[in-house]
């Protein structure tokens, strides 16, 4: 049986080779490559050079299945195999097509689904603005900004979407190979109203195909302003009435012609379509920014567009491609090369820059590359660039400057495109995992009847479209397949890397419960991770119910898992992070149910602090019973026990104040060993006031005083005393009579205790030292002083022994006359007093026998005060008039015993031998 596969596979694989339609490429100025069936390039542009092909950007060729150029065109003249001219396809001669090779497609060549003789060359023109204003008139001036004049740069017309027909099986006039038999058939893709804007422009520079799966023709498509127009080729030939779909972006016709430019293109899977605009601007003619690229949904039975979605925007886009598998789109924009994920969930958010190089065509190869046009690089304008890897992500996709050399050939702008479906023959495969069953299919963008696969490790062949096969063991291992695909016969091949099997291990875990229940209890499933895995941090893990959950991938737990019954099986499913291979192994979950009574822990509270809040070691907590081998850990909640997380710092500070319970997992060998409730007690200090001052009065020995402990609030029995005496005394009070810094230590019933300081001063009565009075004078005066032994807090008053007092010691306007001044300890160490006198001179006297001021003396003097004192009245000649005794009634105005004359009279008080007072006064009758 092996044999006879191995016949029918060599049979298959001599006649075809994979995309040879595209493995001949011509384009910019006289370049050329071909893509080989070992997927080498070979550069056909060499000395001497035969290719005739000048273009700045549109160009398309066309080979056989074999790889066999038939031939190209840059939309305007068409060369054969040979390079030469088609007779009826000359621009020149003017046989030649209505494309432009100024326009970013400007053609691309379809075979006939059923004469392979016969080849569409479909072309689309560049719309020029010049040529619009003259519409419907042929524009014969000289294009702007150096473009030339027609024929040489342009036919003067927007001629839009036209195809021609070349037959293969003639000979040109000229002995070309094939020639053009119908030329410039022309098809409507915009309004067709005489009076409209459209139909002056009639096109944009975009056009691409793909086939129509199962089908047996292709589906061609254009876009223009905000329509897309898919024209159908099945075996009668061209349908001349497209699908339209209308769908934004709006490109306004004002902006044309550079709002035309910008590739198209449909992935080789046939299912999206991609398109690049330069820019969607309103300028006629003119350059603006805000380009853009879009995505849309293709229906391939139905060519129907829908779906839009901008990838890009604000930004200039020239050329689009998608990667083989049409996993990724790559764009090349003003600012560089971007590659989208089409499998990402925000394909617009996945955009990464692979490169900086200004935007060109982007074309994909028989190889599956990507490769880009180069222009404005200087020497590396002789190159093409790749990208080796388009389905890897980001950077890995490996993009390469100057990778291909075109030598002879020069490129610009453009790239040829191709019927993408001819790019979309990959071989899918599943499950690459050792000792599994691996799945292979056929990704065709059309029918695949029968395959043959050869796995390349030596087993039979296989004949199923879609096989499974299990591989010998891990490795590398190069798989082919040869499939008829709707009657063409396609090879393609694949390298399959299978990996190996991680290794798992059964695991348990026990979880402790805080009360008697045994179910519904919090499991934190990744704990078991380390144990299943053996410590590989490249495999990850994730818990299903069931085993078959677990192989499917289906309903899988949640990390934080209440079990439903005690002991529970459940199943883990291990991958390798890098392959994705997985094995299932199993976890025992049980409860070990404990009640433990709540382990008490009291501190007191922190003085100055005192608001219920204090450091606590929570190692130093015994935990009774436990083994020496085990581990514990702290929660502020069981749930946070349960599940292992949020973990207190041992050197906790509780969060709640006065009581808090927290919890401690104990643990041994990871598995629960128990949950032991801990209730942390902060107690309060006592209520005191803590500094207070007293006094006892040295000159009062036997007075005591008596210290109290300043409780704040509770009672005296609430607590116990300790004071700083010798012998120490434990009562609340104590009694004192001498000065110093007394304390006390008062303690609660829980150990708490806080000192009280009082500082006992000493205190006496005053000791006058003098009395500083200021008479004779308008505002008498009165100010004590005392000496310097005096230490009380003294107050004064003057004549009222029992006040009030003042705090000063001076006193004013004091009436003359005598009197007592009195001073108070005001801490209870007596009363002193002293009697002083206050003078007073009168300024006359009324000696008229009425009993008021009949005599003349100085008020303030007696016995006590001034004893001695002499008074001496003179008239104002300074004669004597009367020697007056203070301590008598005074002057009586008689001199000689007669009455003296009523004028004014000098007098001299000798007070004592330190003072002396003279004045005036009057004598009234």
Request: net charge negative; glycine share 8%.
């Given at each position: 049986m092996r044999l006879k596969l191995l016949v029918l596979f060599l049979f298959l694989s001599i006649s075809c080779f994979p995309q040879g339609e595209a493995s001949n490429w011509f384009f910019g100025?006289?370049?050329?490559?071909?893509?080989?069936?070992?997927?080498?390039?070979?550069?056909?542009?060499?000395?001497?050079?035969?290719?005739?092909?000048?273009?700045?950007?549109?160009?398309?060729?066309?080979?056989?299945?074999?790889?066999?150029?038939?031939?190209?065109?840059?939309?305007?003249?068409?060369?054969?195999?040979?390079?030469?001219?088609?007779?009826?396809?000359?621009?020149?001669?003017?046989?030649?097509?209505?494309?432009?090779?100024?326009?970013?497609?400007?053609?691309?060549?379809?075979?006939?689904?059923?004469?392979?003789?016969?080849?569409?060359?479909?072309?689309?023109?560049?719309?020029?603005?010049?040529?619009?204003?003259?519409?419907?008139?042929?524009?014969?001036?000289?294009?702007?900004?150096?473009?030339?004049?027609?024929?040489?740069?342009?036919?003067?017309?927007?001629?839009?979407?036209?195809?021609?027909?070349?037959?293969?099986?003639?000979?040109?006039?000229?002995?070309?190979?094939?020639?053009?038999?119908?030329?410039?058939?022309?098809?409507?893709?915009?309004?067709?109203?005489?009076?409209?804007?459209?139909?002056?422009?009639?096109?944009?520079?975009?056009?691409?195909?793909?086939?129509?799966?199962?089908?047996?023709?292709?589906?061609?498509?254009?876009?223009?302003?905000?329509?897309?127009?898919?024209?159908?080729?099945?075996?009668?030939?061209?349908?001349?009435?497209?699908?339209?779909?209308?769908l934004n972006p709006v490109v306004p016709i004002s902006g044309y012609r550079r709002n035309a430019i910008g590739q198209i293109k449909v992935s080789p899977n046939g299912k999206k379509i991609a398109i690049a605009h330069v820019q969607i601007g309103e300028v006629t003619g003119g350059s603006s920014s805000g380009g853009a690229l879009y995505l849309y949904d293709f229906d391939n039975s139905t060519g129907i567009v829908s779906n839009g979605q901008a990838i890009v925007t604000n930004s200039g886009c020239y050329g689009v491609e998608f990667s083989a598998e049409t996993k990724k789109l790559?764009?090349?924009?003003?600012?560089?090369?971007?590659?989208?994920?089409?499998?990402?969930?925000?394909?617009?958010?996945?955009?990464?820059?692979?490169?900086?190089?200004?935007?060109?065509?982007?074309?994909?190869?028989?190889?599956?590359?990507?490769?880009?046009?180069?222009?404005?690089?200087?020497?590396?304008?002789?190159?093409?660039?790749?990208?080796?890897?388009?389905?890897?992500?980001?950077?890995?996709?490996?993009?390469?400057?100057?990778?291909?050399?075109?030598?002879?050939?020069?490129?610009?702008?453009?790239?040829?495109?191709?019927?993408?479906?001819?790019?979309?023959?990959?071989?899918?495969?599943?499950?690459?995992?050792?000792?599994?069953?691996?799945?292979?299919?056929?990704?065709?963008?059309?029918?695949?009847?029968?395959?043959?696969?050869?796995?390349?490790?030596?087993?039979?062949?296989?004949?199923?479209?879609?096989?499974?096969?299990?591989?010998?063991?891990?490795?590398?291992?190069?798989?082919?397949?040869?499939?008829?695909?709707?009657?063409?016969?396609?090879?393609?091949?694949?390298?399959?890397?299978?990996?190996?099997?991680?290794?798992?291990?059964?695991?348990?875990?026990?979880?402790?419960?805080?009360?008697?229940?045994?179910?519904n209890i919090l499991f934190k499933l990744s704990e078991a991770q380390q144990d299943i895995t053996g410590g590989n941090s490249n495999l990850s893990v994730s818990f299903f119910l069931s085993g078959q959950e677990a192989i499917d991938n289906s309903n899988p737990l949640p990390n934080n898992y209440p079990n439903i019954s005690n002991p529970q099986r459940i199943f883990a499913r291990v991958s390798d992070n890098t392959s994705g291979c997985f094995v299932t192994t199993t976890l025992d979950l049980s409860v070990n149910a404990l009640v433990a009574a709540p382990l008490l822990v009291e501190k007191c509270d922190e003085l100055n602090g005192e608001d219920g809040i204090s450091d606590f070691t929570l190692t130093d907590i015994p935990i009774p019973g436990i083994p020496a081998t085990t581990t514990t850990t702290y929660y502020a909640s069981i749930d946070d026990a349960l599940l292992e997380q949020n973990a207190l710092p041992t050197a906790f500070r509780n969060t709640i104040r006065d009581r808090q319970t927290i919890y401690a997992r104990v643990e041994d060998n990871n598995q629960c060993n128990g949950i032991f409730p801990i209730t942390l007690v902060v107690n309060p200090l006592p209520q005191l006031q803590t500094e207070a001052t007293d006094y006892v009065c040295t000159n009062l020995p036997n007075r005591y005083i008596t210290l109290n402990p300043g409780l704040l609030q509770g009672t005296i029995s609430d607590y116990t005393y300790e004071w700083s005496t010798t012998p120490v005394q434990t009562t609340p009070t104590i009694r004192v009579n001498q000065p110093g810094v007394y304390t006390v230590k008062v303690t609660t019933a829980k150990g708490c205790s806080k000192t009280r300081t009082i500082t006992v001063l000493p205190s006496n009565n005053a000791t006058i030292s003098n009395v500083v009075i200021v008479d004779l004078a308008q505002n008498n005066t009165v100010t004590v002083l005392l000496s310097p032994e005096s230490i009380g807090n003294y107050v004064y008053s003057l004549d009222q022994p029992d006040g009030p007092f003042q705090d000063s010691n001076h006193f004013e306007n004091v009436a003359p006359g005598f009197h007592t001044v009195y001073v108070y300890d005001t801490r209870g160490c007596g009363i002193v007093k002293k009697d002083i006198s206050v003078l007073y001179i009168p300024n006359y006297f009324t000696p008229n026998g009425d009993g008021y001021n009949d005599t003349w003396n100085i008020i303030g003097i007696n016995s006590l005060f001034y004893s001695t004192a002499k008074i001496y009245i003179f008239d104002r000649f300074g004669k004597l008039l009367a020697d007056v005794d203070p301590k008598g009634a005074g002057w009586d105005g008689n001199y000689n015993q007669h009455p003296a004359l009523s004028t004014d009279y000098w007098y001299l008080v000798i007070l004592n031998q330190e003072r002396t007072v003279r004045g005036h006064f009057s004598l009234k009758r």
């Amino acid at each position: 049986m092996r044999l006879k596969l191995l016949v029918l596979f060599l049979f298959l694989s001599i006649s075809c080779f994979p995309q040879g339609e595209a493995s001949n490429w011509f384009f910019g100025n006289r370049a050329g490559i071909r893509f080989n069936s070992d997927n080498t390039i070979t550069t056909l542009s060499t000395v001497p050079n035969p290719i005739r092909i000048v273009t700045d950007e549109g160009c398309s060729s066309f080979s056989d299945a074999n790889g066999n150029l038939l031939l190209y065109t840059d939309g305007r003249t068409v060369w054969d195999r040979n390079h030469i001219i088609m007779p009826n396809g000359d621009y020149s001669a003017g046989t030649g097509l209505l494309g432009d090779p100024s326009s970013t497609q400007s053609g691309i060549i379809i075979p006939n689904p059923t004469n392979p003789n016969l080849y569409y060359i479909f072309t689309v023109d560049e719309p020029h603005h010049q040529n619009a204003a003259a519409y419907p008139n042929q524009f014969t001036g000289v294009y702007e900004n150096g473009g030339g004049t027609i024929p040489g740069a342009d036919d003067g017309f927007n001629n839009g979407l036209n195809y021609s027909v070349v037959d293969m099986s003639i000979t040109g006039a000229n002995g070309s190979v094939g020639d053009v038999t119908t030329r410039n058939i022309h098809l409507v893709t915009y309004n067709p109203d005489p009076a409209g804007e459209e139909i002056k422009y009639k096109c944009s520079e975009k056009i691409t195909a793909v086939r129509i799966r199962n089908g047996g023709g292709y589906w061609v498509i254009t876009q223009f302003i905000d329509k897309f127009y898919a024209f159908k080729i099945d075996p009668s030939g061209v349908a001349t009435t497209p699908i339209i779909s209308q769908l934004n972006p709006v490109v306004p016709i004002s902006g044309y012609r550079r709002n035309a430019i910008g590739q198209i293109k449909v992935s080789p899977n046939g299912k999206k379509i991609a398109i690049a605009h330069v820019q969607i601007g309103e300028v006629t003619g003119g350059s603006s920014s805000g380009g853009a690229l879009y995505l849309y949904d293709f229906d391939n039975s139905t060519g129907i567009v829908s779906n839009g979605q901008a990838i890009v925007t604000n930004s200039g886009c020239y050329g689009v491609e998608f990667s083989a598998e049409t996993k990724k789109l790559y764009v090349s924009a003003e600012s560089g090369v971007m590659q989208f994920n089409l499998e990402a969930t925000s394909i617009p958010n996945s955009g990464q820059f692979i490169s900086r190089r200004s935007y060109s065509s982007l074309q994909l190869g028989p190889d599956k590359k990507i490769y880009k046009a180069n222009i404005n690089t200087g020497f590396e304008d002789s190159f093409l660039d790749v990208i080796n890897s388009p389905e890897e992500d980001g950077v890995a996709c490996n993009y390469q400057n100057a990778a291909v050399d075109l030598q002879q050939g020069t490129s610009r702008f453009g790239l040829p495109p191709f019927i993408t479906s001819v790019f979309n023959t990959n071989i899918l495969a599943k499950n690459l995992c050792a000792g599994q069953t691996t799945s292979f299919e056929i990704s065709a963008n059309g029918f695949v009847q029968s395959a043959v696969w050869d796995f390349g490790d030596g087993s039979v062949f296989s004949n199923a479209v879609e096989p499974f096969h299990v591989f010998p063991g891990p490795g590398n291992y190069t798989v082919t397949a040869t499939a008829i695909v709707e009657g063409a016969t396609v090879r393609s091949t694949k390298n399959v890397q299978i990996s190996p099997l991680p290794v798992a291990f059964p695991s348990s875990l026990i979880q402790c419960s805080p009360t008697t229940a045994v179910t519904n209890i919090l499991f934190k499933l990744s704990e078991a991770q380390q144990d299943i895995t053996g410590g590989n941090s490249n495999l990850s893990v994730s818990f299903f119910l069931s085993g078959q959950e677990a192989i499917d991938n289906s309903n899988p737990l949640p990390n934080n898992y209440p079990n439903i019954s005690n002991p529970q099986r459940i199943f883990a499913r291990v991958s390798d992070n890098t392959s994705g291979c997985f094995v299932t192994t199993t976890l025992d979950l049980s409860v070990n149910a404990l009640v433990a009574a709540p382990l008490l822990v009291e501190k007191c509270d922190e003085l100055n602090g005192e608001d219920g809040i204090s450091d606590f070691t929570l190692t130093d907590i015994p935990i009774p019973g436990i083994p020496a081998t085990t581990t514990t850990t702290y929660y502020a909640s069981i749930d946070d026990a349960l599940l292992e997380q949020n973990a207190l710092p041992t050197a906790f500070r509780n969060t709640i104040r006065d009581r808090q319970t927290i919890y401690a997992r104990v643990e041994d060998n990871n598995q629960c060993n128990g949950i032991f409730p801990i209730t942390l007690v902060v107690n309060p200090l006592p209520q005191l006031q803590t500094e207070a001052t007293d006094y006892v009065c040295t000159n009062l020995p036997n007075r005591y005083i008596t210290l109290n402990p300043g409780l704040l609030q509770g009672t005296i029995s609430d607590y116990t005393y300790e004071w700083s005496t010798t012998p120490v005394q434990t009562t609340p009070t104590i009694r004192v009579n001498q000065p110093g810094v007394y304390t006390v230590k008062v303690t609660t019933a829980k150990g708490c205790s806080k000192t009280r300081t009082i500082t006992v001063l000493p205190s006496n009565n005053a000791t006058i030292s003098n009395v500083v009075i200021v008479d004779l004078a308008q505002n008498n005066t009165v100010t004590v002083l005392l000496s310097p032994e005096s230490i009380g807090n003294y107050v004064y008053s003057l004549d009222q022994p029992d006040g009030p007092f003042q705090d000063s010691n001076h006193f004013e306007n004091v009436a003359p006359g005598f009197h007592t001044v009195y001073v108070y300890d005001t801490r209870g160490c007596g009363i002193v007093k002293k009697d002083i006198s206050v003078l007073y001179i009168p300024n006359y006297f009324t000696p008229n026998g009425d009993g008021y001021n009949d005599t003349w003396n100085i008020i303030g003097i007696n016995s006590l005060f001034y004893s001695t004192a002499k008074i001496y009245i003179f008239d104002r000649f300074g004669k004597l008039l009367a020697d007056v005794d203070p301590k008598g009634a005074g002057w009586d105005g008689n001199y000689n015993q007669h009455p003296a004359l009523s004028t004014d009279y000098w007098y001299l008080v000798i007070l004592n031998q330190e003072r002396t007072v003279r004045g005036h006064f009057s004598l009234k009758r």
